[in-house]
């Protein structure tokens, strides 16, 4: 399948590889395709430069957003929650018309300094707000609560005995995100929140998931719901 | 031990019945005994009216909140997040001062419908509000993010193997009432969030906790936090 994945940071690079790694036909999206390989820095999160992880993933094509999202049949929104709106916008509404739009970002506000706090929140989310100036993409929120790594391998942690959600308006969309969850990335335990307003549930979740990687002293872990 | 508990919902019940039966000497206060012994009409959430859930609960006293707080070494805010501050104000500084006040409340506004959306959130949260306001008290939020019965039965989910987290500034009080949550009320797995700001992380997970009642519909649920 033809993926496109808007956002160079550490979960577009191994969202991206990962799908690339399945046998997809992936296209990471950017602003700039030249500035972000000529990088020389890492970013804050970030275990290497682009241009290395490139190295290491030549299959994967960096191009400007609105072209990663022209070729698509399914899209990947990695970017951080404050850029998304300006990512997507790039891409181009008409390029998001009828396609499912996988949308991982988290409203994450670091103006007020550590922890974060969320730009956007509890009588809305950004989830809501891109599916409302997309009304055409088939917005489904997941793995927005689990560290990149653990997207990409639900094994890294516990066995792979835990839990990650989906929340969207469209049954089919969320289906075929659950079937990639389950067969490509191995995910075991898929839980379908409802509607695209349950991203509220998800995305102020993280408070609670910055807390619990400070009190773990690690980011690799996760919550399983059990009965 | 002499245990006040504030707030006569399913909460104050289901916690204020079981401290009676591990021995404690137990005051549930509430605005007016004699009207809340009256009651002839269940809550919303409620099982049981308030009469015949006393009757079953003999040992309990019911008392104004001033008398609950002054009477007690322990006390439990169990009422709800709207009326909590109404309540300790009316239980009196002067009877929280140097106490462990363990804090249940979730800040739920049900004014816009359902689900609720939180009257405090992001930046600050309910557990902050109290511990400012009654600087003497040693607040610790544990307990909200599962149902009443769970609270104090944990094994009535997955057999016990799930998680509670615990937030506040004095650490004494977090390890007094961790105590009280394993050897009290059989929880095997309590997670010292922080301070009490990390309340935030907690009441924000409220949302999500609504969501997936919804989901696998049912309130006897948890999570468990797996590395």
Redesign the interface.
């Known amino acids: 399948m033809r993926i496109g994945v808007l956002g160079t940071g550490t979960v577009g690079r191994t969202v991206g590889g990962k799908l690339a790694g399945l046998g997809h036909d992936v296209a990471i999206g950017t602003r700039d395709p030249a500035a972000t390989i000529a990088r020389t820095e890492t970013g804050p999160m970030e275990q290497e430069t682009f241009a290395a992880w490139h190295a290491r993933n030549p299959d994967v094509r960096i191009v400007p957003y609105v072209e990663a999202a022209a070729g698509a049949e399914l899209l990947v929104n990695a970017t951080n929650g404050a850029g998304s709106m300006e990512a997507l916008d790039a891409a181009g509404a008409e390029n998001l018309e009828g396609k499912v739009l996988i949308d991982i970002s988290n409203p994450l506000d670091f103006s ?1 300094g550590m922890p974060p ?2 730009f956007v ?3 809305d989310s950004l989830g809501e707000q891109i599916q409302r100036a997309f009304p055409g993409a088939k917005v489904v929120k997941t793995l927005n609560t689990v560290t990149a790594s653990v997207m990409v391998d639900p094994s890294l ?2 066995g792979g ?3 990650v ?1 989906v929340s969207g308006d469209d049954a089919g969309a969320k289906e075929a995100v659950t079937a990639l969850l389950r067969d490509g990335f191995g995910w075991r335990h898929v ?4 509607d695209i307003a ?1 991203s ?3 995305e ?2 993280l ?6 990687f ?3 002293g ?1 980011p ?8």
Request: glycine share 8%.
């Open positions: 007020q706090s969320l929140s509890n009588t942690v516990a005995e835990h839990t959600f839980v379908d929140l409802g349950t509220r549930g998800v102020m979740y408070p609670l998931w910055l807390r619990l400070g009190a773990l690690t690799f872990y996760n919550v399983r719901v059990v009965t």
